[in-house]
């Protein structure tokens, strides 16, 4: 039994696994997305499964796993439990799930391993408790040494105050910085199509969707991957032309640029025209001790609020916000292709439509640079846009320099991006549809990427 966790609705990766596992001889019963414990539960016993696969994408699904982990233990149920998705490891199964659970639980690092684990969690035989036993001793021991090692580390692991972090902040002259001024302010919705975004597409993604590692165009050469590559990519551009051709879907961007200024420390104040404060966001700053640069560390330690100007320079800055989609009709074509029991192109189609909204996400971002003028002159080739070469950045809510996903709130209230463009937040701040993406727009000259 697969699941994709509470609050939570990407699918990819279940899916692939779905097919791998029942390429291979399994049943697959698949419970679909947003699924509460609850539900898995009963399930788990209306079918008596013998393994359960938990996915999540976003980092609250991994709290939600702790979660379903819990509630199985209450109820006496002691089956295997996989948990996979983009934000699972290894290391964060062996601390924080393991540990709310009796049973085994463990960590599928890619789909191609499902298979090789469910065999070893399930023996030969259903019915070889001794086998079982064994394998879920083992996977135990394990993830409790690396607990242990982790936790040492942790105990060791020194992180400054606030007010030490602060005083290692980015450092500029707000009196000489360029500071641009957008030509308009407010919130603005774009359409666009497909075929626009087609020279902003970034392919490497898709094939990581199917553990084919590398980077495109190199990785159609490549002596492992190459011919599997090839085909993937064939495959995805035949999609594609079908979906520009047929109109499939229709993409919609909004954006927003509102005046802002910070208290000097990690709060940035949204204001309107009139420089009323709108809505107030804290950055997280970094706070890991580095004593010394060293392997390419900078002791300086930021937050994205450094890059916007404190209201004491008495200089007017601005902030953007940005939610992007693919639209709202990729789940009706892949249930479409499901129905004709077409698994692959269901797939495929929504990896595809991952790739179209961060598309989306870079074709807005290269409109709001020319807005702010400095884009005018980039002359970037699509390699130069995929390596990020142009002055700004566009974190999102859920990565490393703003690690919340509560940001999206406040990016939502802000632009009504809801009632605009009919993106919805879960009650984990998953973004519905799923081929959707969101973030700021920083335009500081020295603005980076960061880990908070």
Not at 292 to 311: N, V, W
Not at 330 to 349: A, G, P, T
Request: hydrophobic share 40%; glycine share 6%.
């Amino acid at each position: 039994m697969i699941a994709t966790v509470k609050g939570d609705v990407h699918d990819i990766g279940k899916n692939i696994v779905s097919v791998i596992l029942q390429c291979n001889g399994y049943k697959v019963i698949d419970l679909g997305v947003m699924v509460p414990s609850s539900k898995i539960i009963a399930a788990l016993r209306e079918h008596d499964a013998d393994i359960l696969g938990l996915s999540g994408l976003i980092t609250p699904s991994l709290d939600e796993m702790a979660v379903d982990l819990q509630e199985l233990e209450r109820q006496g149920l002691t089956l295997p439990v996989l948990v996979g998705g983009a934000t699972t490891s290894g290391l964060h199964t062996a601390v924080k799930l393991d540990p709310c659970y009796s049973g085994a639980v463990e960590h599928v690092i890619d789909a191609s391993r499902v298979v090789e684990t469910c065999s070893r969690l399930l023996g030969s035989d259903r019915d070889d408790k001794v086998a079982r036993a064994q394998a879920v001793a083992s996977l135990k021991k394990r993830y409790s040494g690396t607990r242990e090692e982790y936790l040492a580390k942790e105990r060791t692991r020194v992180l400054l105050s606030t007010e030490e972090a602060r005083a290692r902040k980015f450092k500029c002259d707000w009196s000489t910085i360029d500071i641009p001024v957008p030509s308009k302010t407010g919130v603005f919705d774009w359409a666009v199509t497909v075929a626009e975004l087609v020279p902003y597409i970034d392919w490497s993604p898709l094939f990581w969707a199917w553990e084919l590692k590398g980077l495109y165009p190199a990785i159609l050469e490549h002596p492992k991957y190459g011919e599997q590559a090839s085909n993937l990519y064939a495959d995805a551009q035949k999609l594609l032309e079908r979906i520009i051709k047929e109109n499939w879907l229709k993409p919609r961007a909004l954006v927003g640029f509102f005046p802002a200024h910070t208290d000097g420390g990690e709060r940035v104040s949204v204001c309107d025209r009139e420089g009323k404060i709108l809505e107030t966001i804290e950055f997280e700053r970094q706070r890991h001790a580095v004593d010394t640069e060293a392997d390419g560390q900078s002791t300086t330690r930021f937050s994205l609020a450094d890059f916007i100007a404190p209201q004491a320079a008495g200089r007017s800055d601005h902030i953007g916000f940005f939610a992007v989609t693919a639209g709202h009709d990729v789940e009706r074509f892949s249930q479409n292709f499901l129905r004709q029991h077409d698994d692959y192109n269901s797939i495929l189609l929504k990896a595809v439509a991952d790739r179209i909204a961060e598309a989306a996400a870079e074709w807005a971002h290269k409109r709001t640079r020319d807005w702010f003028g400095y884009g005018l002159n980039e002359n970037l080739s699509e390699a130069d846009l995929r390596a990020e070469k142009y002055r700004g950045i566009r974190p999102a809510p859920g990565y490393p320099a703003c690690p919340s996903h509560a940001h999206k709130a406040k990016i939502w209230q802000l632009m009504q991006v809801k009632e605009r463009i009919g993106i919805s937040l879960t009650e984990s701040h998953m973004m519905n549809p799923a081929a959707s993406v969101s973030g700021f727009y920083f335009h500081h000259p020295s603005a980076r990427y960061f880990r908070a």
